[in-house]
């Protein structure tokens, strides 16, 4: 039988109702062993969740200010998740516990852990699950730092045994004992160590939308659902800016080429975004899955005739950065010229610094910015097999009267990106995603 | 009135028919006051230059043989061009010098040079122009390299006085007073070096072709001359290997902002190629030039997740190829990947200790390694301007079924490269050359 790690984020477990959703999802694939629980987020727009709530909590406690008010909405949210769902649960216990804690030297990790600590065992309970605290589990060095390696075999010993679990997301405990708290990704992160650690042939991640979106919805109306795509193409996205999984959510999970499925708890009946190691040869996919872009950015030309004869030009302008502890987007080097993608705000902090110090040491022939640009990634490791695609991207944004400032395409299967006007950029988005929508691109795809 | 500098190389100067047609030239323009000669070059397919003459006399008397039938073939050359031009010219004792110094510890640079000595002082005495002999105003260092900054002096100081001159091509002399010869571009470096010294309004480049093409002869039939381009898509001409003027032959004249005029001494009537520092915004020039390009490359790509978010792994790449003294062709850095353009020739040195030492130090996710492909240049610094030029490129090579491996567009005005197999090669300039002969890209430009 397969196994499934199945991670639940807040929207998801936000009252009865949607525990009763999970319930349903949970016994309709047996092989759902493992749930990864989040602590209860937002009913509707206004609501607030509970892990605000607990920060709330600490917050007036630390002070040495009343915390009861907050500690009460928390309490009032789990009971009435308790009370509609029937369940006996020792609920007044846990928030004497959490109470006692916060009049004496409250620490922040510990207090808003409890929202998940508190909904995994309430939904383990519901789904006559073994609870698993995450606090003998996933582990923290002496500094904070997860420790993948550690969590994954602790993780594997306290879960593989058991036939099913729900565990809490979002925190574990360092060795003294202490409660930490993931920094970026979550519960997220949380779920993909525990389908690494069992070795899960899936790990679905479920939320309050279908999938990722082939653009930005702001900006393109009702853009589409990405059915497939790559670990490096989620990556292109999330580096793009995209509100999608955090690189630490995909590593351990894709270190493993375990796929990870997007799911929506509301609307199970859609299959939602497969992210996976190598898109199927089969997969009738566009080759271009969509495009996400980035603004603030400038372009610092640098360029001097006959440098393509000396070797180190790039290898200095590189070294200089490290000196001004500027990072750079991208770095294309051509005949004597070398061009540097940099982020503008990071770029006003030492750019005149930058300048003297490049006009010291290579004395360039020309040395030019070019502000106000955005870059747009084409996501699509298919796009570089079947160039017409990328061809036929470049081309819609000149038929757009968008003009082109830098194209970075590498070898293989990689994103192409594409510099452009920063007054251009959603006209430039629009026009790159009516290019894949196009029928013939699907038509492209092997 | 206008200063140009007029250079004739070796077919330009090869009899005395063609130094009828220099006279007409000259004549035609009394602001060409300043002429650079090179030696008789090849009357017919099959003739042998009067430079290599020299070198064989040079030879024949270093290994102590005998040269005596080798210097009168270069004796019977400049008799014929005297003899016909009916010039009064001391030839035999100028022959009889240079016997003695063959016959007593000969000097390499001393005896190929005479060649440009003799027929400059020829054409001088046809011209009645006064004749410069570079040894006193060409300077070397003790190291034998060209002292740039002297010559400019020296040769303003002698040229600048004189109504009108001659001055032999390709070599000068060191501090020492021995001669010595410019290795790359020759007479087509001293006549920019001229240009730059008497500050010309013109450095005029006559050969036997009516200027550069926008294709190579050999791949695409009878391409187009290109009337004017700038100095820097002439460098990446240069650079892709084309054979055009060193780029040694360019800074001098190029430093200066002087244009350089490729004419054809053979059709007079011809505007032949202009070559200039920024193109006229009023030319109506194709945004694209023409197309180069180099065979024999590989691709290194790299990848690492969440490099991007890292620095130095770029930095750390360049310092591997630092290491393995491996120069590269182009370096594209993308989100998480870093792609090398390098020649197979050099890799094949050193491909072993390369990949280990990048597996050491970056232990990449992916090294891939792409042989056998070849960068096309799309020569065109407007190209980038008006983007649809470009992109109409890289339509093109889609539409013809050349897979695109990568593309490389830096900002700013930029030649675009791209990377296709090399079976396609052929094809690919074909394709290019054909998008940019379309009448529609002559309306693209500005």
């Known amino acids: 039988?397969?196994?499934?790690?199945?991670?639940?984020?807040?929207?998801?477990?936000?009252?009865?109702?949607?525990?009763?959703?999970?319930?349903?999802?949970?016994?309709?694939?047996?092989?759902?062993?493992?749930?990864?629980?989040?602590?209860?987020?937002?009913?509707?727009?206004?609501?607030?969740?509970?892990?605000?709530?607990?920060?709330?909590?600490?917050?007036?406690?630390?002070?040495?200010?009343?915390?009861?008010?907050?500690?009460?909405?928390?309490?009032?949210?789990?009971?009435?998740?308790?009370?509609?769902?029937?369940?006996?649960?020792?609920?007044?216990?846990?928030?004497?516990?959490?109470?006692?804690?916060?009049?004496?030297?409250?620490?922040?990790?510990?207090?808003?852990?409890?929202?998940?600590?508190?909904?995994?065992?309430?939904?383990?309970?519901?789904?006559?699950?073994?609870?698993?605290?995450?606090?003998?589990?996933?582990?923290?060095?002496?500094?904070?730092?997860?420790?993948?390696?550690?969590?994954?075999?602790?993780?594997?010993?306290?879960?593989?045994?058991?036939?099913?679990?729900?565990?809490?997301?979002?925190?574990?405990?360092?060795?003294?004992?202490?409660?930490?708290?993931?920094?970026?990704?979550?519960?997220?992160?949380?779920?993909?160590?525990?389908?690494?650690?069992?070795?899960?042939?899936?790990?679905?991640?479920?939320?309050?939308?279908?999938?990722?979106?082939?653009?930005?919805?702001?900006?393109?109306?009702?853009?589409?659902?990405?059915?497939?795509?790559?670990?490096?193409?989620?990556?292109?996205?999330?580096?793009?800016?995209?509100?999608?999984?955090?690189?630490?959510?995909?590593?351990p999970a894709s270190n493993e080429g375990i796929p990870i499925n997007i799911r929506n708890t509301n609307r199970p009946q859609d299959a939602g975004t497969l992210i996976v190691r190598r898109l199927p040869r089969g997969e009738a996919r566009h080759a271009i899955v969509g495009v996400a872009g980035r603004v603030g950015m400038s372009v610092i030309q640098v360029e001097k005739v006959m440098v393509s004869d000396e070797s180190g030009f790039a290898a200095v302008m590189l070294d200089i950065l490290k000196n001004q502890q500027l990072p750079f987007e991208q770095c294309l080097t051509g005949i004597d010229t070398v061009t540097l993608v940099i982020r503008s705000d990071l770029l006003a902090r030492c750019r005149e610094d930058l300048f003297a110090e490049i006009r010291e040491k290579l004395d360039p022939d020309y040395l030019g910015l070019t502000e106000n640009l955005s870059m747009l990634a084409v996501i699509g490791d298919k796009g570089t097999e079947t160039c017409d695609a990328n061809v036929r991207v470049l081309q819609a944004l000149a038929a757009a009267g968008v003009p082109i400032s830098t194209i970075n395409q590498g070898a293989g299967k990689l994103n192409l990106l594409v510099g452009v006007p920063e007054e251009k950029y959603e006209e430039a988005i629009r026009a790159v995603y009516a290019a894949i929508d196009d029928p013939a691109d699907a038509l492209a795809a092997d």
Chains 1, 2 share one sequence.
Request: with cysteine; aromatic share 8%.
């Open 1 to 251: 039988m397969k196994t499934v790690v199945a991670k639940f984020g807040g929207t998801s477990l936000a009252d009865a109702g949607q525990f009763r959703k999970i319930q349903a999802i949970v016994k309709d694939d047996p092989s759902r062993r493992y749930i990864v629980a989040s602590a209860p987020g937002k009913r509707f727009a206004e609501d607030v969740k509970v892990t605000d709530l607990l920060l709330r909590c600490y917050e007036e406690a630390a002070s040495g200010g009343a915390f009861e008010e907050s500690l009460s909405q928390v309490q009032g949210r789990f009971a009435e998740i308790i009370a509609e769902l029937g369940l006996d649960f020792p609920l007044q216990e846990e928030i004497a516990l959490l109470r006692a804690h916060l009049q004496d030297a409250p620490q922040r990790d510990y207090v808003i852990s409890r929202g998940e600590y508190l909904n995994s065992r309430i939904l383990a309970a519901f789904l006559g699950f073994t609870f698993v605290d995450p606090e003998w589990c996933v582990c923290f060095d002496g500094d904070g730092r997860l420790d993948a390696a550690m969590t994954r075999r602790t993780m594997g010993a306290a879960l593989r045994p058991l036939k099913s679990a729900v565990i809490a997301g979002f925190y574990g405990a360092d060795m003294n004992g202490q409660i930490r708290t993931l920094p970026r990704g979550g519960s997220d992160v949380t779920g993909s160590l525990a389908a690494a650690a069992v070795h899960a042939d899936l790990y679905e991640n479920w939320t309050d939308v279908s999938g990722l979106l082939a653009a930005d919805p702001r900006i393109v109306a009702s853009p589409k659902t990405v059915s497939c795509l790559s670990y490096r193409e989620l990556r292109t996205l999330s580096y793009m800016g995209a509100s999608v999984l955090h690189t630490d959510a995909v590593l």
